[in-house]
């Protein structure tokens, strides 16, 4: 019995201080509160039915939205501890271990579940809707991908409180994250939730290029798409292309973990730099997973508030292109320091300066988009507006590290992480936040508070600009990315004092963003006419939020910025007068992928503290859901006409 | 609100900060990359300033188009019944700034190719070299867990923490690793290579001049990675070969006590020097 209390204590990792006593509390709390509300409200059923089992793509992407948001406060929470931390040299507020582990999460959540899923729930929210059809191609499959991130994500951060965090860096190279000198489940948790989000990216890559192949309404052909929606298709075809690589890197190093093998282990022949390529050829497409979908949204944006068309519409779907085949013949920079020799490092440098050239043309067409237009500067603009010369530096950064010598200094310094916050946060992040202020009302009817909206920015991107800017110099004094403390006397401190004041300002700036969504909830402006921006593309122009089947009648496409010509020669979204509804064929919800996704986290419970019974158990729980799956027959309905009607009677459109 | 002038007004603030900051760090021991030590770091401090200017240039052409157009094109009472003009694009100007980007790129490539492969052969002999040194000195460096180890084979003598180079003379540095990768760095002297297990990657470094300089790992390793700090000093040609002799003959061996103590993990107290380099 004692033998158990000391294994459970520490299991769940007790005996590791106040902080994870807290955090234990918090969620404690959170769980308990969740729950007696549901129950109190008597909630439970309408979760179910309209949340948890949905197939509706407009409810995955809120719900894609809300997980990154929350996963956006637990990985700003820390980066506010490392840098509460490294604010002063030689502070002992999180020791070594703890900082290894908050640099570890903070990376991989930042990246795999905030970026990610928020990216994803807006390919989700939009383009169903810009191209005219009524769910994207497997409805079924996208709900599979959505609880897949979302057991992940839950999977990932039980590690904080449950058997101990990562420890590896999000780039987790062995042979450090080898048994030998990482033990203990850790790294597994990284291994293991990082394959179980992966299976799902991959299978939202295909949805969405299918989707768009294939569901676009008539007359939508290719070169009329939106440029989000186009910035969606190329994301999707880097994502079915770099994500296998992934899940063959990270399966080989849980095989190295759990069941001793020496791929990338010193000893019996491993080769650790194996990995590292292999982690590269997925990170850097990865990169641009999460930023072309950036530049799409932008591409809204700007020309929705310049109330102009977008500029070089050709030049930016070819640059977009370009950019996706670059993006997989540039990863050795990440390890020019490797030894691979001149001519490769030649190659590498100059390949990733190329990217600057179609990068380039992107940036000022959207400068003249803006040009002889009216710009008004809305808080959704405002973020577009601010990305341009905060993606500037990052980018021009990211030119000067392509160039291999000179890499040599900077490598793992603070000028990288410097550079790479400016395009991971002056693109992805403003896009996100861009994003949310522009789809908002199209999601849930009502606006954002443009006031609020104007602090949430200024307050970010100043704070944003104060605590990175800065970092640039400390790459150049010496300092390096990963040290949990450093000495005085380098000049170093009044620096990271700096940024961290930084920090706490983006802290702010987020808080003001969260008052932003209560306050609108409550008091905010409602959206009546499904228009708010004066859109152009076509989810403007259905109701605030769509209705289920989005287009009563599936509109034809008869040129580009369709709804804006539709409003210039005054048709209506549902056609000419008089044409009659029939009914609409939808998908069913379906409980069986939250309970695959169940199934996929006992697995990989299993997988990660190495209890194959869990493992078997889980791995044949989604064995026999996925075969439930071929025998169900009854998977669609038809929303019959009287309701068609109803609803549309309800918009104003018959 | 009046985004353009709070906007130029922050920019102001934050540059104004951070030359704040930087004042009084002209002293080269705080900004070791921008006060190059020797030929390696200083090649590749003129290719920096080099792509800074470079960039400068484009951020600087950018940012007057931009403040231009988000000035000149701003909604305002008095514009609300102007129709923006529909424009598909301009194919001169598309033109322009594609060709542009690629002649910058052109201009950045060329000397960053022949850096890159100037930086793999060994840099000039500046000093008068002795026996002690010959034309060009090898050592091997070992990461441990985490601690330096540098092993000098024509010398028999092994230090750990750090290194005695003789100033003037190129030095081929040798890196591996017992356990994890990390980075061989001494900024002041050149930038990083990788130390792998397995491996065996040459690192050519130079000091213009006698003095202490400071290096670290460039690649996280573990726990103590803040810690794997070590000194090179730099000597003149005499005082290095003063000390080769001293060490030969006053420094211990190397006992296999002091070697697994080396390569147990965690760190040393203080530097250590032996003369051999093989545990006896
Ligand atoms: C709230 C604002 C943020 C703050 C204060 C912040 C701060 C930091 C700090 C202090 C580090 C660790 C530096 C080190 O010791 O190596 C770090 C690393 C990192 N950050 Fe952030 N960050 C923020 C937002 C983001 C965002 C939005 C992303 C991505 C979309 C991101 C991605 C990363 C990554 C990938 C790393 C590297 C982790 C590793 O070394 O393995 N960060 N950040
Ligand atoms: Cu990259
Ligand atoms: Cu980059």
């Known amino acids: 019995m004692n033998g158990f209390a000391n294994w459970a204590v520490h299991f769940f990792m007790l005996d590791e201080g106040p902080l994870i006593w807290l955090s234990d509390f918090l969620i404690g709390c959170a769980t308990i509160g969740i729950i007696v509300a549901l129950t109190y409200f008597k909630l439970w059923k309408w979760l179910w039915d309209n949340w948890l089992t949905t197939v509706d793509h407009k409810k995955i992407g809120i719900m894609y939205l809300i997980a990154a948001v929350l996963m956006l406060f637990r990985g700003g929470t820390d980066g506010l501890l490392m840098r509460a931390q490294l604010s002063w040299p030689n502070l002992h507020f999180l020791n070594a271990d703890h900082y290894d582990q908050i640099f570890t999460t903070h990376g991989t959540i930042m990246i795999l579940f905030m970026a990610m899923p928020a990216i994803i729930g807006f390919f989700n929210v939009a383009v169903p809707l810009q191209i005219g059809c009524r769910d994207v191609a497997f409805p079924y499959l996208n709900a599979i991908s959505f609880w897949l991130f979302f057991a992940a994500a839950l999977l990932f951060n039980l590690s904080f409180v449950v058997g101990g965090s990562p420890d590896g860096g999000w780039t987790s190279y062995p042979p450090y994250v080898e048994n030998v000198f990482d033990p203990g489940p850790g790294e597994n948790y990284f291994l293991v939730a990082l394959q179980i989000t992966g299976i799902g990216t991959i299978a939202t890559g295909v949805n969405f290029l299918i989707t768009i192949l294939r569901m676009r309404a008539p007359g939508m052909t290719m070169m009329r798409l939106p440029m989000f929606t186009w910035s969606v298709f190329i994301t999707s075809i880097i994502i079915v292309f770099a994500f296998p690589v992934l899940t063959v890197a990270l399966a080989l190093l849980l095989i190295d973990r759990d069941f001793g093998s020496h791929f990338f282990t010193v000893t019996g022949g491993g080769m650790p730099m194996q990995y590292i390529n292999l982690f590269w050829i997925w990170g850097h497409p990865e990169v641009y997973i999460v930023i072309l979908p950036a530049f799409g949204i932008f591409s809204e944006v700007v020309s929705t508030f310049s109330h102009k068309r977008l500029f070089g519409y050709s030049a930016m779907v070819v640059s977009m292109i370009a950019i996706a085949i670059l993006s997989f013949i540039v990863w050795v920079h990440h390890f020019f320091t490797m030894g691979a020799g001149p001519g490769v490092n030649s190659f590498f440098g100059v390949s990733t300066m190329a990217i600057a050239i179609p990068t380039g043309v992107k940036i000022f067409n959207w400068l003249f988009t803006m040009h002889k237009g009216r710009v008004e500067f809305t808080s959704a603009m405002l973020w577009a507006v601010g990305f341009i010369p905060n993606f500037l530096i990052g980018g021009l950064t990211g030119v000067m590290l392509a160039v291999p010598p000179a890499d040599y200094q900077y490598h793992n310094s603070y000028f990288l992480i410097a550079h790479f916050h400016y395009v991971l946060i002056g693109g992805t992040v403003f896009g996100v936040f861009a994003a949310i202020y522009y789809w908002w009302p199209k999601m849930f009817g009502v606006l954002l508070d443009e006031k609020l909206g104007r602090w949430h920015f200024w307050m970010f991107m100043i704070g944003f600009n104060i605590c990175f800017f800065p970092q640039f110099f400390l790459g150049f004094m010496g300092m390096q990315r990963r040290m949990y403390t450093y000495p005085a006397g380098y000049g170093w401190g009044i620096i990271n004092l700096i940024s961290t004041v930084g920090a706490v300002l983006m802290g702010v700036g987020f808080l003001i963003f969260v008052w932003n969504i209560l306050w609108s909830a409550r008091f905010g402006q409602r959206d009546t006419t499904g228009d708010p921006w004066d859109g152009r593309s076509l989810e403007w122009a259905t109701t605030s939020p769509a209705p289920e089947y989005n287009f009563a009648i599936i509109p034809t496409v008869k040129g580009r910025d369709a709804w804006w010509l539709m409003k210039k020669t005054g048709e209506s979204i549902n056609g000419p007068k008089g044409v009659p509804f029939r009914p609409i064929h939808m998908p069913n919800n379906s409980g069986r992928p939250i309970i695959m996704s169940l199934f996929f986290f006992i697995a990989g419970g299993g997988f990660i503290f190495q209890w194959w019974v869990l493992a078997i158990i889980g791995l044949l729980g989604v064995l026999v859901t996925m075969a439930q799956r071929s025998f169900e027959y009854h998977d669609h309905h038809y929303i019959p006409v009287e309701e068609i009607e109803k609803t549309e009677a309800a918009a104003g459109r018959l | ?280």
């Open chain 2, 1 to 280: 609100m009046k985004p353009s002038g709070r906007r130029v007004r922050s920019l102001f603030i934050i540059v104004g900060l951070s030359m704040l900051a930087l004042a009084g760090c002209d002293d080269p021991k705080y900004m070791p990359v921008l006060s190059p030590q020797g030929p390696v770091a200083r090649s590749e401090y003129y290719l920096i300033l080099y792509s800074f200017i470079v960039m400068l240039l484009v951020v600087l052409g950018v940012f007057v188009i931009y403040f231009y157009v988000i000035t000149k094109y701003r909604a305002r009472p008095e514009n609300k019944d102007y129709v923006p003009p529909e424009i598909e694009g301009n194919t001169k100007w598309e033109t322009i700034w594609t060709v542009i980007p690629i002649i910058i790129v052109i201009a950045l490539a060329i000397p960053t190719v022949a850096v890159t492969y100037k930086l793999v052969k060994p840099p000039k002999v500046e000093a008068a070299t002795t026996a002690a040194t010959g034309k060009s000195l090898t050592i091997d460096v070992i990461a441990e867990q985490w601690k330096w180890v540098f092993k000098y084979p024509a010398q028999n003598i092994e230090t750990v923490n750090y290194v005695n180079i003789p100033a003037g003379v190129p030095v081929n540095f040798e890196l591996t690793a017992s356990g994890p990768i990390n980075a061989f760095w001494v900024p002041a002297l050149g930038g990083m290579e990788y130390a792998m297990p397995g491996m065996n990657l040459k690192l050519w470094l130079e000091a213009d001049h006698p003095g202490t300089y400071q290096g670290r790992s460039g690649q996280y390793s573990g726990r103590g990675f803040a810690h794997m700090t070590f000194n090179v000093n730099a000597q003149t040609a005499a005082d290095f070969a003063k000390w080769v002799q001293t060490t030969q003959q006053t420094a211990p061996k190397l006992t296999q006590q002091a070697q697994d103590q080396i390569q147990k993990p965690g760190l040393l107290s203080k530097p250590l020097t032996f003369s051999s380099t093989e545990p006896q």
